[in-house]
């Protein structure tokens, strides 16, 4: 299948199993086509875009012991991963004319993105909450319409969104771990593993796009579009050796641990 009929498959299907579900063919990359930024994905009735106030809240980790809010959690995780999903796909179909590695990169890491869907959607279904029972939001997607280039995508979903999910996965994991749930807990390691490999792979590419005279952090920094920011990046329990693995170097850790909001931006 053709990166590009692959992306379109995901972005403009209204079928939740063909967006999640994988291919088994070989991906090529010999026609990506025109440039095309669609405005929003193409998805069931039970999962279109909701104000971002109607979609439930994660719930606090105290009250995970109500299976119930365990649903929600993963219903609202199984979003969030669709949406990192549907991203990747509009890069693709954006920006055609991106180096074919990177290409071929991305739709390897859709693969694992289709996964991290299935299994959220699987739990929360398991716990008593069908994936599009509740409304979801748009968050992700909405920030990455500001995208002008794929070193901004780079900066933005691998490094930003992806980034803090190396620290809420494992806040996560101690969370479902607390209340007993160990199949949850391990779902969630699952994914810590993978955003390591998906943050890493945002790096490298960061790294062979910027200017060769801008630093990491600067590239990093330049690309981002208000309110993405370095200190939406992390999550509460911030993970150094993740990073690390991910191929950080210690002053970009430093800085991205370190930073504060100085502005006061709405």
Not at 137 to 158: Q, R, S, T
Not at 244 to 259: C, K, N, P, V, W
Request: charged fraction near 30%; glycine fraction near 4%; include cysteine.
């Amino acid at each position: 299948m053709e990166i590009r009929e692959f992306a379109e498959r995901v972005l403009l299907s209204t079928e939740l199993a063909l967006k999640v579900n994988a291919i088994s063919t070989e991906m090529t990359d010999d026609f990506p086509g025109e440039a095309v930024r669609v405005e929003e994905p193409n998805r069931p009735p039970n999962l279109q875009f909701a104000e971002r106030r109607a979609a439930p809240r994660l719930p606090s980790p105290q009250s995970l012991i109500d299976p119930r809010k365990r649903a929600v959690a993963h219903h609202i995780l199984a979003n969030h991963e669709l949406q990192a999903l549907e991203v990747m796909a509009w890069t693709l179909l954006a920006f055609p004319d991106a180096p074919s590695e990177f290409r071929h990169g991305l739709a390897r890491i859709m693969v694992d993105e289709q996964r991290h869907t299935r299994m959220h959607a699987e739990r929360a279904a398991k716990l008593g909450v069908q994936f599009g029972d509740l409304p979801v939001n748009c968050y992700i997607w909405k920030k990455a319409m500001d995208f002008e280039n794929v070193l901004d995508y780079l900066a933005g979903l691998p490094l930003v969104f992806e980034g803090r999910n190396l620290d809420h996965t494992i806040e996560l994991e101690t969370a479902f771990n607390a209340v007993g749930d160990t199949r949850s807990a391990h779902i969630m390691r699952a994914i810590h593993d993978d955003e390591i490999e998906h943050v890493r792979f945002g790096l490298e590419w960061l790294r062979k796009l910027k200017p060769e005279e801008l630093s990491d952090w600067e590239a990093f920094e330049k690309h981002l579009h208000w309110p993405l920011r370095p200190e939406k990046a992390r999550g509460e329990d911030f993970q150094r050796q993740a990073r690390q693995q991910a191929g950080m170097t210690d002053e970009f850790i430093d800085r991205l641990e370190s930073a504060e909001d100085t502005t006061h931006k709405s």
